[in-house]
């Protein structure tokens, strides 16, 4: 597995990588552009070619694409043939232990007739806030790395605004 530092596998680049491993299987620029939300063909093999220079992907005979080896993105960890920002996971780590705190809450409350010390109604809203801001922050971290549309959508508007 390569291990990549973040200057050479972020944005464009990494969303680019994220879909040919994703589509397990060989890829064109075009096929690029559409899974990528990339706004030309051109951008989609510069991007390719970027990988192919990392190693991480490799041409075939027939001018397609397929993933070489498989790399260590900084902050994220593969789920399948997907990356995840490793802040969801710290989240669900904090939302599963929020549940058990609730939990023991409810058993003291309502099982054992005992109230429940102060000390655990301080501790949950700091496992809230955790999970809460572990999950705000993957989720900046995945829409970061998402392809930007707003090149789309800008020149739509151009072609519509130079047609009226």
Do not use: C
Not at 45 to 62: A, F
Not at 94 to 102: A, C, D, I, P, T
């Amino acid at each position: 597995m390569t291990h990549l530092s973040n200057e050479e596998l972020e944005g464009t680049t990494l969303w680019v990588y994220a879909f040919v491993v994703k589509e397990a299987k060989p890829v064109g620029p075009r096929e690029v552009m559409r899974g990528a939300s990339l706004s030309s063909p051109s951008t989609a093999y510069r991007q390719l070619q970027k990988l192919e220079s990392l190693g991480l992907i490799q041409k075939n005979v027939y001018g397609a694409y397929i993933v070489k080896e498989k790399a260590s993105v900084s902050g994220h960890l593969g789920v399948g043939r997907n990356l995840v920002p490793r802040l969801m996971f710290y989240s669900l780590f904090f939302f599963g232990l929020l549940s058990v705190e609730v939990a023991i809450l409810f058993i003291q409350f309502f099982f054992q007739g005992r109230t429940p010390s102060l000390a655990v109604f301080y501790l949950i809203p700091i496992t809230v806030g955790s999970a809460g801001l572990f999950l705000a922050e993957g989720i900046i971290i995945w829409r970061r790395n998402k392809p930007n549309n707003s090149v789309k959508n800008d020149s739509l508007e151009e072609k519509s605004v130079t047609n009226v």
